[in-house]
Nanobody, 123 residues
Framework: VQLQASGGGLVQTGGSLLLSCAAS????????MGWFRQAPGKEREFVAS????????LYADSVKGRFTISRDNAKNSLYLQMSSLKPEDTAVYYC?????????????????WGQGTQVTVSS
């Protein structure tokens, strides 16, 4: 499977961005999907996950209430709507396809990764 993330950019504190991830190469609707991020000098961390059907979502505490994950299985697409952005949200954001159908927060529960898109929030 191939994942292509897009939508990153430079935004001011309090602003919004919509990240997209286009998937190809396998049955997209069969697997959980997730967003992770990695800031310079830090480990990759979980942001959000959505189950195969799109009914259930899981969020990191740091983004809960500000970010919304969604998916369109008909379009093989995953989204992350980010609002009320903070400088600490600055990172490269990666989309990933998981091994199962339920939400997942560990990196080893995902076996396909996109190339990442840079999000920079200025103060």
């Amino acid at each position: 499977v191939q994942l292509q993330a897009s939508g990153g950019g430079l935004v001011q504190t309090g602003g919004s961005l919509l990240l997209s991830c286009a998937a190809s190469g396998r049955t997209f609707s069969s697997n959980t999907m997730g967003w992770f991020r990695q800031a310079p000098g830090k480990e990759r961390e979980f942001v959000a996950s959505i189950n195969a059907s799109g009914i259930r979502a899981l969020y990191a505490d740091s983004v809960k209430g500000r970010f919304t994950i969604s998916r369109d299985n008909a379009k093989n697409s995953l989204y992350l709507q980010m609002s009320s952005l903070k400088p600490e949200d600055t990172a490269v954001y990666y989309c990933a396809a998981g091994l199962g159908r339920t939400t997942a927060w560990r990196t080893n529960q995902y076996n396909y990764w996109g190339q990442g898109t840079q999000v920079t929030v200025s103060s």
